[in-house]
């Protein structure tokens, strides 16, 4: 009964026959059910198969809200983009691209489509490029008037999608990813990563030496947080043979060791961004509000929430002592503030681990990367199996969607390295 039950439910979504069988050329074709080197608990209510089950459904819900069909190119070829929110159907961002990317590549079996659509979306973000680096991607489609840049997350992701892609399918065909990773990596390196503090920078509009004054108050030194991405960086390290990423991971492992002392210690959360205590250099401090996004930029709020997915995810996949001690922190802070009751997390904290005021209601983008957390700690199981009872079949909308579905990838231990 319950194989035919989710045999509905996938026809429903428009996935029927989207099983096990991998289409042509299909290396590593979902599911996949990794080993990861550092994992200390799995989702334990669930056997592996609906584990998979949920993520193919998952999918499937994704897929039909934030796909779409973006015109063709001037080969005829489709384009395809992945909206930016169900209340702004005609807004793409970066981000959202090297998140699709992404995840098309990783469902690859179980969507036969899969190519045709990350070789769409891929043209997609070609043909959108920054005015300032063209070899990277303008963040906002169509330009919001505040000039047409890059962000750092969008692209770092995007090159991490071709990675997959050339492990998937390989780079003789319509499109080299292989090729295509090098040119993009080559462009990260160069226009968004701080050439003295080896921090990603926001975005290739940011002017590497303005000092910290308030028309110059974005500098090599004032990052994201959550684009602080290890996996990624090891990743890229291996493949273009640069020392560079391990620079890149030394520096954010210095801005996160310097934060948690001055500001977490009893919690791990990190702010939104960060910038310098003094003029420039290390250590930095949680930046003030109104910084960039909002009231809460110097919070852990909805850039921050995304940290503890990319930290898990180097501890999950390469074992990595230093992220997993950051995890043990935050994830049983976390745990113990909520009496390991997920509907009690509150969207967003101050970094002493107080609720944000106003924002007191749950959403699956706080939980789903403390799930992932909770996967490397070895004494939070109840904790592991309360939050992905919450998250693995509620629906927000693309931002919340688009991370649950990436960490469901790696909860149910099909999300590999390029």
Known sequence: MRALRWLLVLAALGLAG?????????ARPFPQHVGYPGQQAAPGRYPQEDLDAHVRAY??????????VAGQDAAGRPLYRIVHSLEKPDETVSEGMGYGMMIVAYLAGADPEARELFDGLFRYVQAHPSDVDPRLMGWIQPPDGNGNDSAFDGDADIAYALLLADRQWGSGGAVDYAAAARTRLEAIAESTVGPASRLPMLGDW???????????????????????????????RAFTGDPLWDAVEAAARRAVSGLEEGYSPA???MPDFARPVHDMGFPLK??????LEGPHDGDYDYNAGRYPWRASTAVLLYGDAFWRERMDKLSHWAESATGGDPARLNAGYHLDGTPTEGQAFFTVFFAAPLATAAMTQPDQQAWLDALYEAIHDRHEDYYEDSVTLLNL??????????
């Open 18 to 26: 989207c099983g096990r069988e991998a289409p042509a050329g299909a």
């Open 59 to 68: 999918y499937g819900e994704w897929k039909r809200r934030y796909l779409k």
């Open 206 to 236: 940011v002017d590497p030496g303005g000092r910290l004054e308030e028309d110059l108050k974005y500098t090599e030194f004032s990052p994201r947080i959550s684009d602080f991405m290890p996996a990624h960086f090891r990743a890229f």
């Open 267 to 269: 919690t791990g959360l």
């Open 286 to 291: 949680p930046v003030e509000p109104g910084f």
């Open 409 to 418: 990838l790696l909860l149910s231990n099909n999300y590999w390295p390029p």
